[in-house]
């Protein structure tokens, strides 16, 4: 098997932790190589690619490209940003699997990805702190959709101990505050509208399990939509209709001669032996002939 097909096993069987890796490295890869492209062949600095991935807080900007506040949720310009987002991704994703299903999984980040969007969009346009850099700004990585999965994990089972490096046990509660107080310590830096999104995904895992816990799913219209498409894509069962052909007055008469004949024989075997020496398959078969 080559490393393409064992590729797509892996993601064909892989949880949905494991198929929304594969697609933010695939985004990631795709993006560099044709960005490497672009270069070489002298039209870098005429076609952004980012602009059509990463999600405006300009409003005009977003209104043609309304599929970014998606898009951006999987797209990644440097290696860096991208290996700590999944990493964040792989470790909370699998505690977070531990006690809520895959689709909800799906639901949380794709809707923990669009509040982000929604808030980093709406600080932008109201504070006039950010005026001067709307026209120019956009938001790009998973960030705010693991601060989803981190956050909704931490809300759930708050004193779940974690072993980390040089520090040692320490409770899921503290490790999401610890992250949500630097993000608000670091609007003010040079990367407010992505600290802002975190906060806008982490808001929306905290909203998830508290009203999950009282019985409503926000993750809902978001699963509702993967199982139309996925029930739409899946390739129905062709039905198999097979044609019998009917019999001719000859065919017919003479399978009941036949048949008849088979059973004159059975009758005669029980007359000269009794019922007892007929075998299984002659018993079976006076039994189907008396129900006709």
């Known amino acids: 098997m080559s490393i393409v097909d064992e590729i797509k096993e892996s993601f064909k069987t892989g949880s949905i932790l494991t198929k929304l890796i594969y697609v933010n490295l695939a985004v990631f890869v795709i993006y560099n190589l044709l960005q490497a492209l672009f270069l070489l062949t002298g039209n870098g600095n005429s076609f952004n690619l980012m602009e059509y991935l990463a999600v405006p807080a300009h409003m005009p900007n977003l209104a043609v490209r309304p599929w970014t506040i998606i898009s951006y949720m999987f797209f990644h310009e440097g290696f860096l940003h991208i290996l700590f987002n999944l990493l964040w991704l792989y470790w909370f994703g699998q505690i977070f699997l531990g006690f809520m299903s895959q689709q909800k999984m799906l639901g949380v980040y794709i809707m923990g990805g669009i509040s982000g969007a929604l808030l980093y969009i709406i600080f932008y346009n109201i504070f006039p702190y950010f005026h001067g850099d709307l026209p120019a700004s956009y938001a790009l990585g998973a960030s705010a959709s693991v601060y989803a999965i981190v956050v909704a994990t931490a809300t759930y089972n708050p004193n779940l101990q974690l072993n980390l490096m040089f520090i040692g046990p320490i409770r899921l509660k503290y490790i999401a505050l610890f992250m949500l107080l630097l993000d608000v310590i670091s609007i003010a830096g040079s990367n407010a509208g992505g600290h802002i999104a975190h906060l806008g995904g982490a808001l929306f895992g905290y909203l998830y399990v508290v009203l999950h816990n009282n019985g409503y799913d926000l993750a809902k219209p978001v699963i509702f939509i993967f199982e139309t498409i996925e029930r739409l894509w899946k390739p129905k069962p062709r039905m198999k209709v097979n044609y019998k052909k009917a019999d001719t007055d000859f065919d017919y008469n003479k399978r009941k001669k036949e048949q008849q004949a088979k ?30």
Request: glycine fraction near 4%; hydrophobic fraction near 40%.
């Open 263 to 292: 059973v004159d024989a059975i009758l005669d075997k029980i007359a000269k032996s009794g019922y007892e020496k007929l075998t299984a398959e002659e018993k079976e078969i006076l039994f189907k002939m008396k129900d006709k």
